[in-house]
């Protein structure tokens, strides 16, 4: 079987490939439009330390909208339930940087990984302990999942997403504005310009996701990080959610939670299986990796992967 | 394995059974509004022919927008992928009979479980042929599925259906003034309230909900019925759209694809394993059976069924 | 002064004039599509009986959308006050036909002029008389006004109505699922269809407006048709309301209570001054006939009448 | 007919001074809170010099929403038509601190007496003189009309209004992510809550009012202040925009363009006549003076001066 994997993890790899430099690469910051359109990464993490990999594997990237997974279970760990006072788990059907939904349902987003309920997620995950320490814990959290104390922020893509982040702040001060945020808005930006600017290879990323294929536990490290029915809720969340107004074509070609973030990364996850990262900077009009979307969906096919057959 | 689905099944009917009596039956017609409301039935369904079951498994209940799958299983096989011309295949993020969305998006329904999209599926299916063929269709093709020549339609479900149709009069219309109905809104109309007012058992549901646990393939008479990326799609539009804006919900607490009807109705499918059919009138305010929710949760946690686990 | 006024008619008219052809004419039925694009005629009446004129001024058009103020007086006449239970009477900020504001506002439109506004208004004034009784009052009330007992509704066009009218059925239907039709769906929009294709001259509508402009009172028969203050607020829904999202932009250039109909006619109203209909088919992108603004903007600053100056 | 309109004044009064103390005060802000709620002032400037007044004419308080008029002039004066580029000339049909239209019209307000369409004008008036000199040049400008150099921001509500001003900073930085602010949304927004924290009297703000009465031109002074059209163009969008979702009750009731604050106040033009300013502390639901609005309406009725009648 690890064999059949590995050679899914080549197959999926060379399907994709021919489809390199299509879609756009992110440009809205510098630091983004600049990287290689041609990078291509794919790395597979089972529970018993083995990574599948193809191509670009070892080159960090900006995870982007990726890291609203790991926010949303740091602050389930935290918090608890009472995170659902602040955001919903429904999908929005609207695009990742919405606000009428906001306007009429009280300043509570509907999920948390549309830009403005990870904001409201983040904001929770701070609870009064300013944001150089929940920046600590998030960076500690990645490193410690990937066993690479290396993993860090790029520094430039931080100041570029502050510098850019207009609407992010609207949505901010709009939550704000109904009392649907504890901290001060640039506080709470402060920490989620950040965890959208951590740079992490797809080895790094499939080998952090983990957890969430095993119930919560890191099965490299024993640590039952988050209860099993919070992996659950999150899963069902990313299933959903995790590609805003194009979740439901996610869904059907690849069929497992995923999340997918304007660097070009993909973090999947398949329960009881393992944890897929997958890196390719051109996006379709979605904003999902073009090549890691095909990649992922041969993958799945190749596995017998897809929940939905 | 086989013995612990039956236990599994008792189960979840017992633990569920408390809560009979809970949640608001459905009154907008008066066919509806008689229905006992401490009925329940709970039935699986698996690919051998075996049926496990407790409760009232044996007693007609009206499936309502649970038809919509059945709809959208046949207009796929008739129209292929022409069908999506006409409706999405995404969440709405809005309540199954909202008209919003509809403007803003030329009058093409988000997908083909919330009302609007249902109308424009059936619409389609039609074809030309009229609406009494259509029916036929419709009632030939689940009779097949249940082995069971009986399955009818309630007339006086389906005439009160249209006395209080003006919503979906209206949505009709809507369509139809953008050009996205093929039929007059009467004929599209007169399907479609009549596919709501079928009666069927949960265990003949149950048994016709297996073809998409199998890839399409019905188990018992051995048809491939649809493609089988036609049934993952059906599946992953179930799990991501069946239970309006209470999917994400839904899809947490059971983990499985699912369609719920205001009769008190849900369909469950498990891929690769069965299909679970289960009833009780009372409603939550999603309009969901309260205690069919509930012993669905059960029984995928004790099957081990949840796809997000 | 009175020579002054027949002056401003004149060169109202010769300033529109090299206007003539542009614009485009509305063609979503064939009987509109076909009217001689070069028409144009301007009449002003007053109180003591003179109209001034010119142009096309005795050739009937279809007086479309300029029928909801005629209905909208007649229904505060029957009804008074208890007509704003089915309508409101703000701005709605949408296009004529919008159905999202009736979604949120529990099926009742934001004004008498829209169109779900206007049907609300119509299916009041039925009052349980039945549509013929109902299009018969109307009629007679536009002959009265105009004493012209010539003056009809054009079939073809009523059945044109009829024919293209889905998105009006959606709004009827719409606010039937609220509530708030009190007649069958197809017997409000019977009588709104006929309304809508009552054909009209310039001298016809110009002379039946005219009580708009005296305080409810007919000056020519002497007869108290509405009481003041209704008529004060017809005028004031009129200027804030009467060409949909485009009335700022005409309450600006014209500064007068207006109504537009997509057969070009406009009607306006100078308070205790006089009535002015113009007619010529092109419209601007905003429904509204082209060198009818024109000429209604020229006249209303050379007579004075802006009320914003 | 001045001594009719000082009588009008007085009746006026009169017949409001009963509803005293009715309403709710604004208490969003402390400042605003404290303010005695049985105040009252009404002054009616004519352009002659004369000034009929009843009751509390020379008390400051806090124009807040008032100031958007005024700030709208500057704008035009400066920028002219180029002004339009950022904030439309239409009613919004929602609440003065609606998101929504913003996001499907790309960032451009529907005008500029809605809190977003207020801040556009603002940024643009600001010019990229820094705000020091914005607000110089408004002071100065209200300063001049009124004949009175003591007129002066109060510092404790433009502190307030700035701590609480959560929703106006989700306005400016949506708009700023459109591109459709100029000029930093913390430069913008400090304009603009110093603006609303001016504090004025009825009869400073009757006085300040009489250009747009004139024309444009302020007739005490002598000096055109801005072009004739402007002056129309300002008093047609107060008429139709000028109390939110609740100016076409204004427009039936009063007849005569107005812009109403929380603060109490409303600033009323007649055309041609004068300019009257009321003040009283207790606001309708729609925010809107309930004895200034009373008051307002029967002195329209009884100086005959409503363009409606």
Not at 48 to 70: C, E, L, R
Not at 95 to 103: G, H, K, P, T
Not at 168 to 175: A, D, P, V
Request: glycine share 12%; charged share 20%; with cysteine.
């Amino acid at each position: 079987m690890i064999a059949d994997l590995a050679r899914c993890v080549a197959e999926a790899y060379e399907v994709a490939l021919p489809h390199r430099g299509k879609g756009k690469v992110a440009d809205y910051i510098p630091a983004l439009a600049t990287v290689d359109p041609n990078r291509f990464g794919f790395a597979l993490a089972l529970p018993d330390g083995t990574v599948h990999t193809a191509g670009d594997v070892d080159i960090p990237f900006s995870i982007q909208s990726v890291s609203k997974v790991f926010t949303l279970a740091l602050a389930l760990r935290r918090l608890g339930s009472s995170l659902w006072t602040s955001v919903g788990r429904e999908p929005s059907g609207s695009a990742f940087n919405s606000i009428v939904q906001l306007e009429s349902e009280n300043g509570i987003p509907r999920n948390p990984l549309i830009n403005a309920g990870a904001i409201a997620t983040t904001d929770r995950l701070i609870d009064g302990r300013g944001d150089e320490a929940t920046v600590a814990e998030i960076l500690d959290f990645l490193r410690a999942r990937a066993g690479d104390d290396s993993i860090a922020i790029d520094a430039e893509v931080a100041a570029s997403e502050s510098e850019t982040g207009a609407r992010n702040r609207s949505l901010g001060y709009f939550m704000k504005g109904f009392g649907n945020l504890h901290h001060p808005v640039e506080e709470a930006l402060g920490v989620y310009f950040r965890q959208c600017a951590i740079a992490m290879s797809c080895r790094q990323l499939a080998r952090a996701g983990l957890f969430l294929a095993m119930e919560g536990r890191d099965p490299i490290t024993g640590e039952q990080l988050i209860k099993p029915h919070r992996a659950r809720r999150i899963n069902a969340i990313m299933m959903l959610c995790g590609h805003y107004d194009n979740s439901g074509e996610f869904a059907f070609r690849v069929g497992l939670p995923g999340k997918s973030g304007v660097g070009g990364g993909i973090l999947c996850i398949a329960p009881g299986q393992g944890s897929i990262a997958v890196w390719s900077p051109g996006l379709t009009e979605a904003g999902t990796s073009l090549v890691g979307a095909v990649a992922l969906e041969h993958f799945a096919y190749a596995a017998g992967w897809s929940v939905f057959d």
